[in-house]
């Protein structure tokens, strides 16, 4: 196959050269001859020697490896950051990005960031190991909320583990540095022009014959590659072509697969430079959000309409976690214990499915076939995830019960929309994680709810039908005694406190 020698991108010459290049403060770094599955973490502790960004657990739990990542906003003129666990995340999806390190903050003359100096004063470093997790924690933080009340400090360093101070210093610290507002922003106009200068293709790449070629990040020797395409016909062409591809949105699942399985899938596919991926198209009837839509845009998208949605994903990981983390890499993953999928079941959510230029629309509550298997066929992702509006007089209600309350796995996740007709349940649809091989509708307790008053339902029908639905099988997060008696009155819970309100 011929390509064509007119495409004038500077991509061309870095793809098929193995370099991954992404901005750190105010220079352009060109990381070469790196592996698909390096880590961010390993990559800057390794190669860079910048040791202050530490490994606790390498699995996104502990918060020690805390960076920035970068990316330009629409206007070109500013930079967005999300907080990012390093361990996580595979290095080649920085290419076209910039990075903060805990390194990046000292100005040139020696002077710390406020968080920094603050931290210090208030004592909120003891052994230090946490200590510049934390700091990025905050960082990235005040880079988004200027002046955070008591409740978003806390919220922010939910996932960032510290055995030392007991937190209370710390808190102290990112209060008193809030204080400080003039010296918050970090200084990052010079990584500007440099993330035009290594800004990605948005167009693909074609042969004479106008076939889709999608270049390489990284290709080993083998023919192993990393690849990270700009358009929705690239993604499909070349997961037709390589089904066995493993697809990467937010590597919360497929990171923990490289460090602690060891997994090194041959092909990588990136969706997170899609620009069609990241889209949400608001309509009065519903939310199309395409499927690299971050749990953390999710959560502001529909906070208002379903406050109990929100709570449940407020609860889910942790910063760090939410701000990579998909809802489409939930669903796809599949895991009993999903958290987005009972209240997605619930309010009965779409999926839109591609293979190729075709396109097919499944219920997300037949979307299953067993434990971590799904209907979608070779070749063929999840495009986006349709998520109905509220209807008059519908009421949504969700919890997820925890051992934790932040960054903790669900023992069970319930989630219940219904109406009241003539002081009866209506149109009731009850979903589940954590009882069942995967999540999942329960046809049987609904059948018990609907039609009847609120105050006609009993736990011992409830708990008939729940007997009648499940296997009774106890796990490592709880037992079934346990995880059938709280499903049980939670529906309780969910049809006694909001029947007033609606009646
Ligand atoms: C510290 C930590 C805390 C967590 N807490 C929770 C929690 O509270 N609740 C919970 O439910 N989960 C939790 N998780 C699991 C994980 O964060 C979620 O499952 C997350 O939504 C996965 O999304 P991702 O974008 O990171 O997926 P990735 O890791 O990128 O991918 C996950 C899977 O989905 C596939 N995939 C991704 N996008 C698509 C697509 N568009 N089409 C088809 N397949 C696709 C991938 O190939 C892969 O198999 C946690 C994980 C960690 C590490
Ligand atoms: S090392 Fe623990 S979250 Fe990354
Ligand atoms: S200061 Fe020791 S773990 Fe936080």
Known sequence: MRVLAQIPHPRTMTQVTNTVRFVLDGRIVEAQGERRTTTVLDYLREQLHRTG?????????????????????????????????????????????????????KKPDGTLHPVQDEMIKCHGSQCGFCTP????????????VPQPNRQQITDSLSGNLCRCTGYKPIIDAATKACARKADLPIDDQADIPLLKDIARSKVPTLSLDGDIIVQPVVRTKKGNEFVSPATLAEVADYLVKNPSTTLLAGSTE???????????PEHIMYLGNVAELKRVTDTPKAWRMGATVSLTQVEALIAEAYPDFAEVLRRFGSPPIRSTATLAGNIANGSPIGDSMPCLMALGATLVLRRGDKNRTVALDQFYTGQKSNVLQPGEFIEAIECPKP??????????????????ISATCAAITYSLKAGKLSGVKLAYNGLAPSPC?????????????????TAADLDAAIAASFVARDGLRATWAYRSLV???????????HTPEVA
Not at 441 to 457: C, F, H, I, W, Y
């Open 254 to 264: 497929i990171g923990l697969q490289v460090n602690k399985q060891f997994k090194r």
């Open 391 to 408: 209807v008059a007089g519908q009421v949504f209600r969700a919890h997820k019960v925890s051992k934790r309350f932040e960054q903790d």
């Open 53 to 105: 960004t530490k490994e606790g657990c390498a699995e996104g739990d502990c918060g020690a490896c805390v960076v920035m990542v970068g990316e330009l906003n629409d206007a070109g003129n500013a930079v967005n950051y999300v907080p990012v666990n390093a361990c996580i995340q595979l290095l080649p999806t920085l290419d076209g990005k910039s990075v903060k390190t805990v390194e990046s903050l």
């Open 441 to 457: 509708r329960a046809p049987k307790l609904e059948a018990v709810l609907e039609g009847k008053a609120p105050t006609d339902v």
């Open 487 to 497: 499903a049980r009155n939670l529906v309780l819970e969910f049809i006694e406190e």
């Open 133 to 144: 997790g934390i700091v990025m924690s905050l960082v990235n933080l005040v880079q988004v």
